[in-house]
């Protein structure tokens, strides 16, 4: 029984050793890690001069993680301030970036059924772009011009869409 005691006694104390240790490790202020700032800070500032889409990527999930840990640091006021005009410029920045590329691969895809002289991904690409450049004269000329020289070769089934 006395052992029994005497074990339990160690459990106990070897638990709020380990408890308090853990709660002192939680405790430190992220305001004074001035290495992990640094580090996160030059993350940052070696990323964003990059004009490739992951790099641009990689800036913005530093600077939101810079923000997070340490936007309430008044050491690194200056850093916090930029961060939060420079962030969302960023991702505007990403969006357009993201929108262009996807547009080039329409752009693309309609020059390569033009050379190819394929009417209906002709149409099927000039739709996809007039939804987004509805005045876009360029893409609507030749469009409107398939229906016609078709009808020559005897193929009246783009008319419709020449007409539209």
């Known amino acids: 029984m006395n052992k029994i005691f005497r074990f339990s006694g160690l ?3 070897a638990a709020a ?3 308090f240790s853990a709660t002192q490790g939680f405790a430190q202020d992220p305001c004074a890690d001035t290495d ?3 580090a996160l800070y030059t993350k940052f500032t070696e990323l964003y001069p990059k004009t490739d889409l992951e790099s641009r990527k990689g800036a913005i999930t530093a600077g939101k993680e810079f923000l997070e840990k340490y936007g309430a640091c008044e050491t690194v006021k200056q850093q916090n301030d930029y961060f939060k005009t420079a962030v969302p410029a960023l991702e505007a920045s990403v969006k357009k970036m993201v929108e262009d590329e996807d547009r080039r691969k329409l752009f693309k895809r309609y020059d390569d059924a033009v050379t190819a002289d394929n ?8 739709k996809l ?7 876009n ?14 009808s020559y ?3 009246n089934k783009y008319a419709d869409d020449s007409i539209r």
Request: aromatic share 2%; no cysteine.
């Open 17 to 19: 050793v380990l408890g």
């Open 11 to 13: 459990a106990v104390f």
């Open 119 to 126: 009417a209906d991904e002709i149409l099927a690409a000039g």
């Open 137 to 150: 004269v360029n893409i609507k000329v030749p469009m409107g011009m398939i229906g016609l020289v078709k």
């Open 36 to 38: 992990a700032q640094t």
């Open 153 to 155: 070769a005897k193929e």
């Open 129 to 135: 772009i007039l939804a987004q450049q509805p005045d």
